[in-house]
């Protein structure tokens, strides 16, 4: 089986999964020492079957974090923008929220911490997203801090990778 069909059967598997609960996992996120210093947090809109980030970003906000969240561009490039609140954001071609046209983008070097979306995460940091390679292009070149949250039935034993895919730093988990 190539990596690209162990990839999209892990993709199924994880599309029966329910949608991931994390208001601990956000605490601890909130916690890391690397979150608290930062000025600046890049944090995703989880949808479908990931966690609601709705409450994580407004804890960002509420502790004087500027709250970054991506953008798609097009030929798969992404960007970052800052929110001052949830409303602010519109939904993008893939029926994602993200921040709208008034919203400034903000550069990649000035985002110390970035909390990272993936259907399934290995213990070493390598995700399983959707197959559009977005997050992967953005942090190739991206030298904060990255977590990301994970939840049972979310732990991969080993997520098949490619030369492009990017871990993070970090996997939060429950135990």
């Known amino acids: 089986m190539t ?37 600046t947090v890049m944090v995703f809109y989880g949808t479908g079957r990931e966690p609601n980030t709705v409450p994580l970003i407004r804890a960002l906000l509420e502790k004087g974090k500027r709250v970054a969240l991506p953008v798609v561009l097009p030929h798969r490039a992404m960007e970052a923008r800052q929110v001052l609140d949830v409303d602010q954001l519109i939904p993008n071609r893939f029926g ?42 953005w942090l190739a070149d991206f030298t904060g801090f990255t977590a990301c949250i994970c939840r049972p039935g979310r732990l991969a034993e080993r997520i098949p990778r490619e030369e492009f895919d990017v871990p993070v730093k970090l996997v939060l988990i429950e135990e």
Do not use: N, T
């Open 96 to 137: 994602i929220p993200e921040p709208d046209d008034s919203c400034p983008v903000i550069p990649k070097g000035e985002i110390s911490a970035a909390l990272i979306p993936h259907l399934m995460v290995d213990r070493e940091g390598y995700r399983l997203g959707w197959g559009g390679g977005y997050f992967d292009r």
């Open 3 to 39: 990596v690209k069909e162990r990839k999209a059967e892990l993709r199924r598997h994880a599309a029966g999964l329910p949608q991931m609960e994390a208001g601990a996992l956000f605490e601890r996120f909130l916690a890391l020492p690397e979150v608290e210093a930062a000025d």
